[in-house]
């Protein structure tokens, strides 16, 4: 049993113990997707609910999210935990909350969407994969970069010793600190910067994963991951072209890094807005 699913039970009733050690598929998954079209998404907006009959709020609503994740063969029992607890339907606009439990990205604003459960799922799951000395429990100290509307920095901070995470839109990072008033407590901190830079105040992070995606991993990120730490972030392949989920491992020797799959996610901006 690996650390993180240590000795407390598991509350979410699907049969956490089925699910086995959260890691690496050998086999990469298809092209994930987490972003779609803003224009599309609104267009689906007048479609009705897919799980009439379920207030949203209901806990039904977010185990039925889980499953579907399951089915699709994500396994990764702490962050299922930490998604039957929070609403996603809470940190989009009302008039998307209908969609808010299907796979599919949504448009938070200012051109940019919260990803879809299935790729933040697999990111976490490729996460908590990594090393576990160091962190402790869970994901131990956290670096996000793309808070966006805090959904995610959300899910974090039920899994995390600590989370710091960076936005560079001001209204978008005003937002989310309104969507987390109940879920940060004093484990998250929310930065306005630019998150290529990182946070070297509160460095080094066993655990850095990035919403956004560039060429190039920046250094400030290796540069902050500590010794035993684990990197997930969208980035180009190292050769030939298209979007990846790369992985870095920090080791005493220096950085590892592999590549899965194909993604396509919004583009890491340097500056803030
Ligand atoms: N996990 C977020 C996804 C937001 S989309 C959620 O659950 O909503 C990615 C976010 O990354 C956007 O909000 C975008 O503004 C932000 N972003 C892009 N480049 C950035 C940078 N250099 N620093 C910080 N945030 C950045």
Redesign the pocket.
């Known amino acids: 049993m690996t650390e993180h699913q240590g000795a407390r039970r598991p509350r979410f009733p699907v049969a956490l113990e089925r699910l086995g050690r959260p890691g690496v598929s050998a086999q990469p998954r298809t092209t994930l997707r987490p972003q779609r079209p803003v224009h599309e998404a609104h267009r689906d907006a007048g479609r009705p609910s897919a799980a009439s009959g379920l207030g949203l709020d209901s806990l039904a609503m977010r185990q039925r999210m889980v499953a579907r994740l399951v089915a699709e063969g994500i396994r990764c029992a702490p962050v299922f935990e930490a998604m039957a607890m929070v609403p996603r339907h809470a940190f989009v606009d009302t008039a998307l909350a209908n969609q808010a439990y299907e796979d599919t990205s949504l448009p938070?604003g200012l051109g940019?969407?919260?990803?879809k459960p299935s790729v933040v799922a697999r990111m976490f799951e490729l996460l908590f994969a990594g090393q576990t000395a160091g962190r402790g429990a869970g994901l131990g100290r956290v670096l996000e970069?793309?808070?966006?509307?805090?959904?995610?920095t959300a899910l974090l901070a039920q899994m995390a010793q600590r989370v710091l995470s960076?936005?560079?839109?001001g209204p978008?990072l005003d937002r989310a600190t309104q969507h987390l008033s109940a879920w940060r407590g004093d484990r998250v901190r929310l930065v306005h910067g630019?998150?290529?830079l990182g946070h070297p105040p509160q460095a080094p992070y066993d655990s850095i994963i990035a919403?956004?995606g560039g060429d190039e991993l920046p250094d400030a990120w290796l540069a902050q991951l500590a010794v035993g730490g684990r990197l997930v972030a969208p980035c180009q392949r190292s050769a030939g072209r298209g979007q990846v989920l790369v992985v870095v491992d920090r080791n005493p020797g220096g950085c590892v890094r592999t590549e899965h799959e194909a993604v396509r996610f919004?583009p890491?901006?340097?500056g803030v807005a």
């Open positions: 938070i940019q969407t919260i990803s970069i793309g808070t966006g509307c805090g959904y995610q960076i936005e560079r839109l978008l630019d998150g290529r919403a956004a919004v890491l901006k340097s």
